[in-house]
């Protein structure tokens, strides 16, 4: 900890900085080729009425000034109608919307422009070839407009993942799961998550170091013991959500299975609306795992058709009995398909007692499987009562008619929302492995903290968990810690006249401080803190020289104008 506070000081000796244009923090990571202005198509490939591209980089300016010739750029987030020109030969191109949107107010925190043009692939092709003949442009590479939004810390990292799950969404579970993500509920989630072990951190961090002082506030372990407290119950009630983001993310898997010719095939047609899988009155048909992608009631699923479950007669149908089976173990929820014409056969009563009754009765562990029972065929049913009260709950279907199809989609889709979640409501969702890594390793360090005997080794387990947290949205810094130190406890405003010197709050006018040796053991030398800037505001500094030599020096905690020379000299 105390190195950053020597950074602080060499910092503040090298002057004020520019203020950053943004208001958010950045990631810290520059993105790649972060001086070039780079352009692209952002519409998608293909014939279209209108194509999109843009540029960003310090070069937009002068690649619309140059498209546009002899205009001058139009007003800033207002669409222009403009005649796009050829900058080497003055050819037009296109007459297109352009806007120009100048930095840090944009996408991606640089100045940047859009070229709203028709969609064909000849003005698409000549746009982008004008704009590589622009010195300093270069095309984009793969995702570069929103790793420059990170870099620029316009985006968090969990909200650049929400935009890539946005653009890739395919049904309305996965698109409002992913606008939640990109509106920055998940990141807003872990701040705050990593806010109050930063806090806590800052409490331990003084306590250790500022224990035997009277600045301290009395029971400032306890809070941190407290908090720490409420911090676990939060991250295990997020772990225990068993995969539901990643399965709204990545799709449910649906395994359908059932005895031969009860069919699961058509069952399979009917849910994806196309002819997945061969249908035929001969037992036996499917002899693999068929696998198909679907949108079942607004929730993502991967439909899998497989053999029918019984003694198969010949090495291939003994295989593909032997890979259904082994999809049923992993699958999320069972389709259990018989033939409501056919309930006393054998492999239907094989089936319900080694498939449909353990899987409702659940496992030893208290994990029960989901699974529906579908009765098919029930047109060759004769009118009249459920032919078959007995068995476990179940729904009549009929993929010949259609009949009972709306009954069995309302209960896929309260079946698939309690897999994935209600995506509109509740907390944010986990939907990535990398999440849950991070969350564990950080519910982990948290276990070390209880356990930790010594408040050093408490302390580096409070920071191993924050920094799990700040890895989640690619963010977060150690001098947040020494903020909260000086906001907290006030550090340094009191004067002792023991083994350390104080230095109380001090005018805007004060040239020169001193830390004066008096009370120092050990016949100390002088040390001075010189601050040469009128200006400057100091607050909460405080200077240690024991024996050994200095051992700590803290920064200010307020300083609205930084020193242009600020040094500590030995005299």
């Known amino acids: 900890m105390w190195r950053e506070l020597w950074t602080l000081v060499a910092r503040a000796a090298r002057g004020p900085r520019s203020p950053r244009p943004c208001t958010r923090q950045g990631s810290g990571a520059p993105a790649p080729g972060s001086g070039a202005t780079i352009f692209a198509l952002s519409s998608g490939q293909g014939r279209c009425g209108i194509a999109v591209i843009r540029t960003s980089g310090p070069a937009s300016g002068q690649a619309l000034r140059s498209l546009t010739a002899p205009r001058d750029l139009p007003p800033s987030r207002k669409a222009c109608l403009r005649l796009l020109s050829d900058p080497r030969s003055g050819e037009p191109l296109d007459r ?62 969990t909200e650049v993942e929400g935009l890539a799950d946005l653009i890739h969404a395919e049904t309305e579970a996965q698109r409002r799961q992913a606008l939640r993500q990109l509106d920055g509920e998940l990141s807003h989630l872990c701040r705050g998550w990593a806010e109050t072990l930063t806090k806590a951190l800052a409490h331990v961090e003084a306590y250790i170091d500022f224990g035997e002082d009277d600045n301290l506030e009395e029971g400032v372990l306890d809070r941190a013991d407290s908090e720490v407290r409420e911090l676990e119950v939060a991250l295990g009630a997020h772990l225990r959500d068993a995969r539901r983001g990643q399965r709204l993310r990545s799709g449910v898997h649906v395994v359908v299975a059932g005895p031969p010719n009860a069919g699961k095939s058509s069952l399979v047609n009917l849910l994806s609306r196309k002819p997945v899988s061969i249908v035929s009155p001969e037992p036996g048909t499917t002899r693999d795992v ?28 003994q295989e593909g009995v032997r890979r259904a089976q082994k999809r049923l173990e992993q699958a999320d929820l069972i389709l259990a398909v018989l033939d409501a014409s056919d309930l006393a056969s054998p492999s239907s009563c094989n089936f319900l007692d080694t498939v449909v009754i353990p899987a409702g009765a659940g496992s030893p562990n208290g994990c029960s499987q989901r699974l529906l029972l579908v009765l098919n065929k029930s047109d060759l049913l004769p009118g009249g009562p459920d032919p078959s009260p007995d068995l476990p709950p179940h729904l009549l279907l009929s993929c010949l008619t259609g009949e009972g199809l709306d009954g069995l989609l309302e209960a896929l889709r309260k079946e698939l929302a ?53 890895r989640i949205t690619g963010g977060g810094g150690t001098e947040e810690i020494l903020d909260i130190i000086f906001r907290d406890f006030c550090v340094g405003k009191k004067t002792r006249r023991s083994n350390n010197v104080g230095l109380e709050d001090m005018g805007a006018q004060m040239s020169s401080v001193w830390a004066r040796p008096g009370g120092l053991p050990g016949g100390v030398s002088k040390w001075r803190l010189r601050l040469t800037e009128p200006r400057f505001e100091c607050r909460n500094v405080r200077v240690w020289k024991p024996n050994s030599g200095v051992r700590r020096l803290l920064g200010t905690g307020c300083c609205q104008h930084p020193p242009q020379d600020s040094r500590l000299l030995r005299q």
């Open 96 to 157: 297109a919307l352009v806007l120009w949107f100048p930095g840090p107010q944009s996408f991606t925190g640089e100045d940047c422009a859009e070229f709203h043009v028709h969609g064909g692939q000849a003005v698409v092709s000549g746009v982008l070839q004008a704009l590589g003949s622009v010195p300093g442009l270069r095309p984009a590479e793969a995702g570069e407009f929103t790793r420059r939004a990170f870099a620029h810390g316009k985006l968090s990292l």
């Open 290 to 317: 068929l696998e198909t992608p679907v949108d079942l009631a607004g929730f993502p699923a991967l439909l899998s058709d497989t053999a029918g479950l019984w003694e198969g007669v010949g090495p291939v149908e």
């Open 418 to 470: 309690a897999l994935c979640g209600e995506p509109s409501t509740g907390p944010p969702l986990l939907t990535r492995a990398r999440h849950q890594h991070h969350l564990q390793g950080c519910l982990d360090a948290l276990g070390h903290y209880k356990q930790a005997k010594d408040l050093a080794l408490a302390a580096e387990a409070l920071r191993v968990a924050r920094g799990h947290l700040t």
